[in-house]
């Protein structure tokens, strides 16, 4: 029965599924710590925006994230609709 069972696994799928699975918690606990921080638990700053400068070809280009949080929205999937 065991070497049936062997048989009929699929190791590929079995990573691609452990891998979907650590994505998952990853993406829960860095949205639990951006709600901390935004929320003003995680830190004593008030800054809710961050920028990152960088430079690519003799181009400079700097990527400024801002975050707010919102209550009462409607949100429309553009695939929806």
């Given amino acids: 029965m065991s070497d049936r069972i062997a048989k009929d696994r699929d190791i590929e799928l079995e990573n691609i599924?452990?891998?979907?699975?650590?994505?998952?918690y990853q993406v829960d606990k860095l949205q639990s710590r951006l709600s901390e921080r935004v929320g003003g638990l995680g830190s004593g700053s008030n800054k809710k925006s961050?920028?990152?400068?960088?430079?690519?070809?003799?181009?400079?280009?700097?990527?400024?994230?801002?975050?707010e949080e919102m209550t009462n929205i409607n949100i429309i999937d553009d695939d929806m609709a």
């Fill in 17 to 24: 599924i452990g891998n979907l699975m650590i994505a998952e």
């Fill in 50 to 67: 961050s920028s990152f400068v960088f430079k690519k070809n003799d181009k400079w280009y700097r990527v400024t994230l801002s975050v």
